[in-house]
């Protein structure tokens, strides 16, 4: 699930993905402390998923918005909202924040934002609904590393900030598992995010040694449309 001083707009993050020009996000909004989390205890929930699903598919069928939930916490954490469509998960958005905000705001806002004003995509039309995915990410335990390989593959999402070619502070960021997806090591991963933060300019050991990286983990889960249609037949309420 395109998620950076903090370029509100740029599409500079990493999110699951099946294909390597498909692993941008938006981020829009600078990071604030969030909670960390015990890896044991997982921090998204279901409901968060069906959430987003009955919030896109009422704005798509010109329905009243969903109730505020009664089904999980309203904590604030920074969150990523990541739509992909179809049997190979073709992406359709991704945007998030790394501003920590309410659960029943956030995902709200970011459902409909990754849904329909990803600028990379055309919006998600109702014909496609029934064939979505909908993956939640909550971000936690925020780090500043040593230096560029001070992070592990698949267990942390990264976040750089640098300076690009002309002088100008960039910034861009993958979720944890997109290394693991692509097979790339710590180097090929930070070149990658170069690039996407915008980064020009030949890269070399110079350039990697002068990004500053924070690490960060993510608690993340997908459902599909047929487990929200499911429970809605179900008498299933937000």
Request: proline share 5%.
């Amino acid at each position: 699930m395109s998620k950076h001083s903090f370029n509100h707009n740029s599409p500079a993050l990493g999110c699951k993905k099946q294909r390597l020009d498909k692993n941008n996000n938006s981020v829009e909004e600078e990071s604030v402390p969030a909670p960390s989390s015990d890896i044991s205890h997982p921090l998204v929930r279901r409901e968060m998923c069906l959430y987003c699903f009955d919030v896109l598919h009422r704005q798509l069928f010109n329905q009243d918005p969903p109730p505020q939930p009664r089904t999980f916490p309203n904590h604030a954490y920074p969150l990523f909202v990541t739509w992909s469509y179809g049997k190979d998960q073709r992406l359709r958005g991704c945007i998030g924040t790394f501003k920590a905000m309410n659960l029943y705001t956030g995902l709200r806002e970011y459902a409909l934002n990754s849904a329909l004003r990803d600028s990379r995509f055309s919006p998600i039309t109702q014909k496609e609904f029934p064939h979505l995915y909908c993956s939640v990410s909550l971000l936690t335990d925020f780090e500043d590393a040593a230096d560029y390989k001070d992070w592990q593959i698949g267990v942390h999402g990264i976040r750089i900030e640098f300076l690009n070619e002309r002088g100008s502070q960039r910034s861009a960021t993958y979720l944890p598992e997109v290394a693991v997806e692509q097979g790339w090591n710590h180097q090929e991963t930070i070149d990658s995010l170069l690039r996407k933060g915008g980064y020009k300019g030949s890269i070399n050991e110079a350039v990697r040694s002068s990004v500053r990286l924070t690490r960060y983990r993510s608690d993340e889960l997908q459902l599909h449309a047929g487990d929200y249609f499911a429970e809605q037949a179900n008498g299933y309420r937000v």
